[in-house]
C-alpha cells in the first residue's frame, strides 16, 4: 500500500505529511500571535548545535569530553575496589586451608569477578554522563545532525537511536530497529548495529589501554567509539552498493525536537542505576560462569605450570590464528571466550595472570603483566578485534529473533572477517610507521 501511494503522489508520504503539518501550523501562527516571537534559549543553541558546519564537531567534542570525564573520575574508584579485591583474596586464601578451594575461591570468584568489577565506575559514569546528555535534550539534536551524514551514505536517519542505543547494549538497540519501516533499512541498521562499542567492551578498552597506551589511553578508547561509527556507515555504504536487497535510497527521517532542559541529579542518577544495575547482574550470572571455567581450565592438571594447563592447550591451538595480528595465546584465549560476553576477556585476564603468578604469591597487577603481552601498536589492535569480532552470544540470539538464520550467520561471518582486517591493518600501519 505504501508503494502505491508513494507512486501516486510522486514522494514519501511521511515527507508530505509533514510539510503539509507544518504550512498549515506557519499558517495559523501569523493570526494568533502578535508581532515578532523572540529568540528563546532553544533558539540560540540550536543555532550552534544544528549547524551544517559546527553540528558534528560539536557532537564529537561532547563525546571526547564525555570519555574524559568519565576516566578523569573513575580512576580513584577504580584503584580502591583493585585494591579492595585483592586484600579479600589474600585474606580469604590464608583462611581456607584447603589449597584447591583456596585457589578456587580467591584466583577464580574474587580475582576474576573482582578484576572486572574493578570496571564498574566508568561504566557508572558513561552511562551518568549519557543521561545528563538524554535528560538536556542534546541527543536528539545529535540524531538530527547526524541523520545528513547517515542518510547520504546509506543508513535511515531513525539508525541513529537504535545505533546510539547500542553504547549502551547492542540488544535493545538491536529491537529498537522496529521503528524502522521499511525492511531493508531495517535488516541493515540490525547488520551494522552490534559494531557499536557497547559498554561491555568499556572494561577492555580501560584494561588494555591503560597498560600499553599510557597518556594516550583515553584517546585510544574514544577511538574505538568513532572506529564503529565509521566501520558502521562504511559497511552500510559497501552493503547497499553490492548485495541487491538493500539497494535503493534509505527512507527520509522525521523528527520534532524537545525543548532544552536542565537535568536534575535525582534524574540522571536514576537512569545511570537503571542501566548500570544491568552489569552487575552480568557480573553475579554469565561471567561469573564463563571466569570460572577460565579458573578450571587455567589451573588442571593441577600443580601443572600454566603452560601445561587445559587453557594453554586451547590457547595455543588457536595461537596461529592470531600469530599475525600479534596476539599470543593468552590474547587468543580471552577472545574465544569473549565470544560469551565481552567482559569476560577482561576476567580470563585476570585469572591467568592470577594463576601464572603462583598460589601464595603477590596478587599479580594484570595491567603490568598485560604491558608484557602487548605492544601499544597490537593493544590497540586487540581493543579494535574486541570491537569489531562476533557480538555477545545474547546478541547473536536477537539478531536471530529480529531477522532470520541467514542474516545471522552473515552478521558472524562478516564480523570475524572485518575484525581480522582492521587488526591486521593497524599492526601492519604501526610496523611501517615504526611503532611496532
Known amino acids: 500500500m505504501s508503494e502505491e501511494i508513494r507512486e501516486m503522489i510522486g514522494e514519501e508520504p511521511d515527507v508530505l505529511f509533514a510539510e503539509?503539518?507544518?504550512?498549515?501550523?506557519?499558517?495559523?501562527?501569523?493570526?494568533?500571535?502578535?508581532?515578532?516571537?523572540?529568540?528563546?534559549?532553544?533558539?540560540?543553541?540550536?543555532?550552534?548545535l544544528l549547524n551544517k558546519y559546527l553540528g558534528i564537531p560539536v557532537f564529537l567534542a561532547l563525546w571526547w569530553a564525555l570519555f574524559r570525564f568519565t576516566f578523569d573520575v573513575s580512576g580513584t574508584l577504580s584503584d580502591l575496589i583493585d585494591i579492595g579485591f585483592g586484600s579479600l583474596g589474600e585474606v580469604v586464601g590464608r583462611v581456607i586451608a584447603h589449597e584447591q578451594l583456596a585457589s578456587f575461591v580467591a584466583d577464580g570468584v574474587i580475582g576474576g569477578i573482582g578484576g572486572v568489577l574493578v570496571f564498574l565506575p566508568p561504566i557508572f559514569f558513561l552511562f551518568f554522563g549519557l543521561s545528563i546528555l538524554e535528560d538536556s535534550g542534546y541527543?536528539?539534536?545529535?540524531?538530527?545532525?547526524?541523520?545528513?551524514?547517515?542518510?547520504?551514505?546509506?543508513l535511515h536517519g531513525k539508525s541513529f537511536i537504535p545505533m546510539l542505543i547500542g553504547f549502551g547494549c547492542n540488544i535493545p538497540g538491536i529491537m529498537a530497529?522496529?521503528?524502522?519501516?521499511?525492511?531493508e533499512d531495517r535488516i541493515l541498521t540490525i547488520l551494522v548495529n552490534p559494531l557499536m562499542s557497547c559498554s561491555a567492551r568499556l572494561p577492555i578498552y580501560v584494561l588494555i589501554g591503560g597498560a600499553v597506551l599510557g597518556g594516550y589511553a583515553v584517546t585510544g578508547t574514544f577511538s574505538m567509539y568513532i572506529l564503529g561509527m565509521v566501520l558502521a556507515v562504511l559497511m552500510a555504504l559497501l552493503f547497499r552498493g553490492l548485495i541487491p536487497y538493500f539497494k535503493g535510497k534509505p527512507s527520509p527521517f522525521i523528527m520534532e525536537l524537545p525543548m532544552y532542559s536542565t537535568p536534575t541529579l535525582r534524574s540522571s542518577l536514576t537512569h545511570m542505576w537503571e542501566r548500570g544495575v544491568l552489569f552487575l547482574k552480568k557480573a553475579g550470572t554469565i561471567?561469573?560462569?564463563?571466569?570460572?571455567?577460565?579458573?578450571?581450565?587455567?589451573?588442571?592438571?593441577?600443580?601443572?605450570?600454566?603452560?601445561?594447563?587445559?587453557l594453554a592447550m586451547l590457547g595455543h591451538a588457536i595461537e596461529p590464528v592470531f600469530r599475525p595480528l600479534g596476539f599470543d595465546w593468552r590474547g587468543a584465549v580471552g577472545l574465544f571466550f569473549g565470544f560469551i560476553a565481552k567482559e569476560i576477556v577482561v576476567g580470563c585476564f585476570a585469572v591467568i595472570f592470577g594463576v601464572e603468578a603462583g598460589w601464595g604469591a603477590e596478587p599479580a597487577n594484570v595491567q603490568d603483566s598485560?604491558?608484557?603481552?602487548?605492544?601499544?601498536?597490537?593493544?590497540?589492535?586487540f581493543m579494535a578485534f574486541s570491537l569489531i569480532y562476533i557480538p555477545c552470544v545474547a546478541c547473536i540470539g536477537a539478531i536471530y529473533r529480529e531477522t532470520n538464520l541467514k542474516w545471522t550467520i552473515f552478521s558472524v561471518v562478516y564480523g570475524l572477517v572485518l575484525a581480522y582486517v582492521v587488526a591486521f591493518?593497524?599492526?601492519?600501519?604501526?610496523?611501517?610507521?615504526?611503532?611496532?
Open 20 to 48: 503539509k503539518r507544518y504550512a498549515f501550523i506557519s499558517e495559523i501562527l501569523p493570526k494568533v500571535l502578535k508581532g515578532k516571537r523572540p529568540l528563546t534559549r532553544s533558539d540560540l543553541l540550536d543555532k550552534a
Open 139 to 154: 541527543l536528539s539534536r545529535a540524531a538530527f545532525v547526524v541523520d545528513r551524514v547517515l542518510h547520504k551514505l546509506g
Open 177 to 183: 530497529a522496529r521503528t524502522i519501516d521499511k525492511e
Open 287 to 310: 561471567i561469573l560462569a564463563g571466569v570460572l571455567v577460565v579458573w578450571f581450565l587455567s589451573s588442571y592438571p593441577w600443580g601443572a605450570p600454566l603452560e601445561e594447563t587445559y
Open 370 to 381: 598485560i604491558a608484557g603481552i602487548f605492544t601499544p601498536v597490537t593493544g590497540l589492535a
Open 425 to 436: 591493518a593497524i599492526v601492519g600501519i604501526g610496523g611501517l610507521l615504526g611503532f611496532a
